[in-house]
């Protein structure tokens, strides 16, 4: 099976500071859901932003899509096949609607006004967020944005999500929500999250990020749910 990433040996330190990533070897293949656990300040989203070109390995290889990525020019591709869904959905929510905000990605990929529309409708259905289609966005309580953030993302149509901390600001009847959504999608994931309710209702394999290194906790996969949807 080809894999989605394999990111091989990666070292990141930020300017001034020490090292974060010490060596990370971290494969993705299609239909899994990769949980990424780990104290805050482990460097969970620094890998993230790695995957998709925000940030440079000071040593490593990135190989996304069965293509080692280098330079900025490999990673637009990546940016359009691995959808990026931020810890803070402010820091991704930019437009004045949620229609627009939908609607942003699909017309930068070239789509015309008339298919990004059909293309907002269709992910704002699927998420249930229908009613929310002229909603001021700054408006918009957390979870709320949230649930646009992903929406925004799954408008581009990705192979791949990264969701950094999906649960955040979300009431327990909005996390279940997600739940349900996420394990609906067929994207291959990596998520980042401290809920374990969450952790085990919706991944297949997990693995902690503890000294700069990635290791199974408990020396294998979490558990066995949504098994059957990742093969």
């Given at each position: ?85 931020f810890q803070d ?5 930019f437009c004045p ?57 799954l408008a581009m ?75």
């Amino acid at each position: 099976m080809s894999l989605f990433f394999d990111l091989k040996g990666i070292h990141f330190g930020y300017p001034g500071r020490p090292e974060v990533l010490h060596g990370i070897d971290l494969t993705l293949a299609p239909g899994e859901r990769l949980c990424l656990t780990g104290f805050n300040g482990a460097g969970k989203s620094t890998l993230l932003h790695i995957m998709v070109g925000l940030l440079k390995p000071s040593a490593g290889e990135v190989i996304a899509f069965g293509t080692p990525r280098r330079t900025e020019a490999d990673f637009r591709e990546v940016r359009c096949r691995a959808g990026l869904v931020f810890q803070d959905p402010d820091d991704q929510l930019f437009c004045p609607t949620v229609a627009e905000d939908v609607a942003f990605g699909p017309l930068n990929l070239g789509k015309s006004r008339d298919e990004a529309a059909a293309i907002v409708d269709r992910v704002l259905e699927r998420l249930r967020l229908s009613a929310f289609r002229n909603r001021i966005t700054h408006k918009l309580s957390g979870g709320e944005k949230r649930l646009v953030t992903l929406a925004a993302v799954l408008a581009m149509e990705p192979d791949v999500l990264l969701l950094d901390e999906p649960t955040n600001a979300l009431d327990e009847d909005t996390t279940e929500r997600l739940v349900e959504i996420l394990c609906s999608l067929p994207q291959a994931m990596v998520i980042v999250s401290h809920d374990p309710h969450f952790r085990k209702q919706v991944v297949t394999r997990s693995v902690r990020l503890e000294h700069g290194l990635l290791v199974a906790p408990g020396g294998g996969p979490e558990h066995e749910c949504c098994r059957a949807v990742a093969q």
